[in-house]
């Protein structure tokens, strides 16, 4: 498989969820852990993008955003600013993606478009490739104020790609209710060993 520049988006204020999501104990372990072992199957090493000191305990590079407080589209500008080449963007709060998603992913891209997973009906724009020829772009969307990361997709033409097998990977744990129900329902195959 390819391997492509990573970056953990982990720099939100995660103010629906009260504390930092990706550090916040799920099962036993940082939720980002999860994150940390799926990439580490695929021989990737990921920069993690966050502001929280906690982040420096995983030994990976850590950097803040470029510019604070605008959203995932703020992330995927510090990460292609970063890396000066197509990235891998992964949200920090969706904790069960699977290596195939990620295979999947990377195997039916379209190069020098975005590319993002769809599974039934709903996009994911934040398991996706984007490439480094749209910094330009993405600048002027911050500058602008137009954050929103599904009108950003449609304006850039993504290839959205809709995985053909079933999934539990994108669940997003944005709130403690939803904190709760991922605890209860936690897979054997997350278990902490």
């Known amino acids: 498989m390819t391997v ?15 504390e930092d999501k990706g550090l916040k104990f799920l099962s036993g372990k940082p939720m980002i ?25 995983f030994e990976l590079t850590v ?4 510019i604070k407080d605008k959203g995932p589209l703020g992330g995927i500008y510090t990460a292609l600013s970063h890396a000066g080449e197509t990235v891998l963007i992964i949200s920090a709060d969706t904790p069960f993606v699977e290596p195939r998603a990620i295979k999947y992913l990377i195997k039916h891209s379209i ?7 769809n599974y039934k009906g709903s996009t994911q724009p934040l398991c ?6 749209l910094l330009p772009e993405v600048e002027c969307n911050l500058i602008a104020n137009k954050l929103k990361m599904m009108d ?42």
């Open 111 to 117: 190069k020098d478009l975005i590319n993002v997973l």
């Open 128 to 133: 996706g490739l984007y490439p480094f020829r």
């Open 33 to 57: 852990t999860y994150l940390l072992d799926t990439l580490r199957q695929l021989d990737i090493e990921p920069v993690i993008i966050a502001h929280h000191p906690g982040y420096k305990t």
């Open 63 to 66: 950097i803040p955003d470029k």
């Open 4 to 18: 492509i520049k990573t970056y953990l988006l982990s720099g939100g204020k995660s103010s629906r969820m009260g």
């Open 152 to 193: 950003f997709l449609a304006e850039h033409n993504a290839n959205i790609l809709s995985i053909p097998f079933e999934s539990n990977g994108f669940r997003n744990i944005n709130t403690p209710e939803e904190w709760s129900k991922a605890e209860n329902e936690i897979s054997t195959n997350f278990k902490t060993a």
